[in-house]
């Protein structure tokens, strides 16, 4: 006597389970939750900006958008707090084997991590090389870095190698909970600048 | 002989320049860009969240959204770093010449602001009151202190009288550039508490 119903429920939980790891963003977002959930950190995704034209009220206090476009964002997409620090960050994923493409990051998140450096802010990417699995956090000097390096004719490439990563960016491990726990990292980061 | 044409020009310029202190979140956002541009902070408004259903593609890497809601936002509206402090706030007005009710503010943002506050960061409102003109930065633990009471049968009201604004909170000077200098009040009131 087998009871299916409970197996079928215990079948969606596995499919449910098998999305962990899907995407960068939402390990992050899963992590962010542990974090809030923990008292660790308070760090949030920022809405996608949305330039809104039409709108109509089909009832009343129910507002019906029917047209609108994306907007490209003018900073990064993560930003929070951490024990009174200011972080920021984006998210990159990359298929290379070799090196993460600059073309990734957008010019305007670069001034803007720029701007949240000098502010003393603790800035970086969060980097997943897909074919190997990995999560980086690169900080973002090490970034700009390489971005200046790239308008350089002789040493200038346009992208920034793996090796580069493994000396220099910080492996994030990836768990059950939190899932990429990059304030780990960032402790360790910190301790090793002052 | 009149120059009609050149008096009406000048009219629309006097008419934009009416428009300045229109709304308080355009005046914010002026602030911050003025703040942003001489590298004093790095401040930004959230976008709006919006939940997308539907996307139309009219043309190639050219998405129309054609249906979409707002979504109720889970945090406040401004957040950034000044001076590697982790800022915080949400802004409010109100027609009331007595108090600012409770009701303008979301229990959401209460929780968001009370654990930016747990982590050590400068969280608060700025309160517009229109009828005298008068810009408030109202501390997160005034704020807090206010909501719970509301909860207390004898001494609970449903909002934060004008009195408690003039003896608890701290007075934004309105001017030309920047409009609302929030971060000298910030000055003013980290060094009254340190």
Redesign the interface.
Known sequence: MINYPIKRKSQVKTTSYANLGMTLESDIEATNTYY?NM?I??I?K?????Q?VNVSYPARNK?????????T???TDF????????I?FDAKETNSTTSMPLKNVHEHQID?LR??Y????IAFLIVHFKKYNQYFLLPAEVLFSFWDLQYDKEKGRKSIPYSAFQEKAYIIPFGFQPRLDYIKVIDQFLSSKF
């Open positions: 809030l008292g950190a308070v949030h920022k809405p996608t900006p949305i809104v507002a019906k958008i029917t047209e609108a476009y994306y907007k964002p003018s900073t930003n929070g707090i951490y024990h009174g620090k200011y920021d803007h701007n949240v000098k502010q003393g802010g």
